[in-house]
């Protein structure tokens, strides 16, 4: 079993609707959660970070985070053709023993907005 | 563009080449990292610098080599690669703290190497 997965899409989604991202871990420890947005071609940006069980909103973008059914989720709203790009979901897999954080990543899910 | 830049863009190079990557951060953060992004693959973590000493290698072919000469700076050194380690390469940097929260990797825009 991958440890985070995600369903690499794509998914297509009209202007305006809103867009669910779904991501799956496999590590109950597991204690914080990022969503990282990825243009073709250019590296990964951070676009939101969750720790708590529940919802998280920034602007258009809301992240839910189930550690019961360990599940975290990213909802756009309003779709717009620039939110077409690569979503990745990030697990900190462990309680962290040392002072660097290792991330454990998705494969990404594509998003297309279409017109 | 992040606080984070990575040298050079782009890069080819043959299988008996040496060649080095190189990563500053200008974030003031005190952890850094390499990964390796190969297509319809995760993210992969290669080597993490905390504090400038190396707490993860990930099992990673000796032929990378990792310096990383203070908190801002960081090379990934390249001899006798192969054509499967064609791929993009991401320095990224972090504020580490004993704190749960604020885990937060900042990435730079990476190198994409081409091994003919």
């Known amino acids: 079993q991958k440890e985070v997965e995600q369903n690499s899409g794509p998914l297509s989604v009209p202007e305006g609707a809103i867009a669910s991202l779904n991501c799956t871990y496999s590590?109950?420890?597991?204690?914080?959660f990022f969503w990282y947005r990825q243009y073709s071609g250019k590296s990964p940006e951070l676009i939101m970070s969750i720790y708590s069980n529940g919802d998280k909103e920034d602007g258009r973008f809301t992240a839910q985070l189930n550690k019961a059914s360990q599940y975290v989720s990213l909802l756009i709203r309003d779709s717009q053709p620039s939110d077409s790009a690569t979503y990745l979901c990030a697990v900190l897999p462990k309680p962290r023993t040392g002072t660097a954080s290792k991330l454990t990543f998705g494969t990404g899910t594509r998003l297309q907005v279409t017109l | 563009e992040t606080g984070v830049t990575q040298t050079p863009r782009h890069l080819v190079m043959g299988m008996t080449n040496k060649k080095s990557l190189k990563c500053e951060q200008h974030?003031?953060?005190?952890?850094m990292y390499w990964y390796k992004q190969s297509a319809k693959k995760p993210l992969e973590l290669m080597f993490v610098?905390?504090?400038?000493?190396?707490?993860e290698n990930n099992s990673v072919p000796s032929r990378f080599s990792p310096e990383c000469p203070n908190s801002s700076h960081l090379f990934l050194h390249l001899h006798t690669l192969q054509p499967e380690d064609s791929a993009l390469y991401l320095c990224?940097?972090?504020?580490?703290?004993?704190?749960?929260?604020?885990?937060?990797?900042?990435f730079g825009p990476g190198t994409r190497l081409t091994v003919l």
């Open positions: 590590d109950r420890g597991s204690q914080s």
């Open positions: 974030l003031g953060h005190n952890a």
């Open positions: 610098y905390s504090l400038e000493e190396r707490v």
């Open positions: 990224a940097s972090s504020q580490e703290s004993t704190a749960w929260v604020d885990d937060e990797q900042f």
